[in-house]
């Protein structure tokens, strides 16, 4: 591992004012059940000079990149971003993490990084739906049209977030940009140390941004925005467009008068702060006034939210496990304890991964865990058009049973 890297490393990601007080111990929720994994070992190593050990340490690959740590630290060290550099660091070693789906999510980034195939990545849009080519809003919807396809077995409909968005969209007189043209934003490479694929996925979006002529560009997927906002504008400075989370874009356009909302049935929900939306860029208060906007919509927290929320389990596709099973466990028996009809997240894996926990066996009683998660810009569109219903939870062994007959 090249030394000069890592103590570029140290030195950006504020390693040296690490005091080890353990307090990022504390909040890690990969502690409380690996008790050998810590954020801050990973860092001691690194500063007792023992880098060429680390290129072959699991520990840069078990964190979750959640920033509980970075926000507990009382010195401000970024233990996620030194963790992200660690892990290009040692796949240039020829070190690679463990992969979910046998790795074939990150197959289907680097081809697209690495290719110019054509893509069928607007077969989502339904009739009824006006997109442009050219206009002021730019709506990037990301890997969804692919991940549905991959978890096809699933009946997730991931593509329906897509639609939800163009439909509140058009409710207010807006033709959003969609472009067939879009790829992948590189999050999950970033996070698996491939920064040289990462570049070409970005040097692509956003030439295909500025071609459309967008002024704003609207995001379902908080690992999206994060990217673009934090990760490309890194390495190209400060972009031209303006950059918002699908609730941050709903939420302006209530306190403008252009969204009101019908009367729907009485539903009771709570909502999952998800990492990259709430610790990695602080959006908590956005998609909350949304949701107090909806009549007849009651929102009741989980006991652990907004800075403290715990979560999904997963990042990145990657460190799928055991200890990521407990973790989606304790979500879903939170949100199972607070009495919602639905758990609403904002983030569409955080909903793959959650879905994941509680669709086949679990090792809790089902009945502690069976409540019915629902994407945040489905919901809302329900809303707005009066036709908000309750999931079913028992639509997954419905759908289960259909398969064992056929």
């Excluded at 570029?8 to 004012?17: Q, T, V």
């Excluded at 070409?200 to 995001?219: E, W």
């Excluded at 909350?288 to 006991?303: F, K, Q, Y």
Aim: aromatic share 6%; glycine share 6%.
């Amino acid at each position: 591992m090249d030394k000069e890297n890592v103590k570029r490393l140290i030195s950006d990601m504020g390693a040296h004012d690490c005091v080890e007080c353990g307090k990022c111990t504390t909040v890690c929720p990969v502690t409380r059940f690996n008790p050998e994994f810590a954020p801050r070992l990973v860092v001691v190593k690194a500063l007792a000079g023992e880098d060429m050990d680390l290129s072959k340490d699991s520990d840069i690959w078990v964190c979750n990149t959640c920033e509980m740590c970075n926000n507990m630290c009382p010195y401000e060290v970024d233990y996620s971003g030194f963790i992200r550099g660690m892990r290009g660091e040692a796949r240039r070693e020829g070190h690679e993490p463990d992969c979910t789906q046998g790795g074939l999510l990150h197959a289907m980034m680097r081809i697209m990084a690495n290719s110019d195939l054509p893509q069928k990545r607007l077969d989502w849009i339904a009739d009824g739906l006006k997109v442009a080519e050219k206009g002021d809003v730019f709506l990037f919807v990301g890997c969804l049209p692919q991940m549905d396809a991959i978890f096809e077995d699933r009946n997730l409909n991931l593509v329906e977030t897509a639609r939800s968005a163009v439909r509140i969209m058009n409710h207010i007189g807006i033709e959003p940009v969609v472009s067939p043209k879009e790829k992948c934003c590189g999050h999950d490479l970033n996070w698996a140390g491939d920064e040289k694929n990462l570049i070409k996925l970005m040097n692509h979006n956003v030439q295909v941004i500025k071609d459309s002529g967008a002024k704003t560009v609207v995001f379902t997927c908080p690992e999206c925005l994060r990217t673009f906002d934090l990760d490309y504008q890194d390495f190209l400075g400060d972009f031209e467009f303006e950059m918002v989370h699908i609730s941050e874009f709903i939420a302006r356009a209530i306190e403008e008068g252009k969204l009101k909302f019908p009367e729907n049935i009485s539903i009771s929900t709570t909502f999952h702060d998800s990492c990259r939306l709430g610790r990695h860029l602080g959006l908590y208060d956005e998609p909350r006034r949304v949701l107090a906007e909806i009549p007849s919509v009651e929102l009741v927290e989980l006991e652990k939210n907004r800075e403290a929320a715990t979560c999904c389990g997963v990042s990145g596709f990657m460190s799928c496990n055991s200890i990521s099973k407990v973790m989606q466990m304790e979500k879903m028996q939170d949100a199972k304890r607070t009495g919602a009809d639905v758990l609403v997240t904002p983030c569409p894996k955080c909903r793959i991964h959650l879905d994941c926990s509680t669709r086949d066996e679990t090792p809790v009683d089902k009945g502690l865990v069976d409540i019915p998660i629902m994407d945040f810009t489905v919901l809302v569109d329900l809303a707005l058009r009066g036709e908000l219903q309750i999931p079913d939870v028992q639509d997954k062994e419905a759908e289960k049973e259909a398969e064992k007959t056929e």
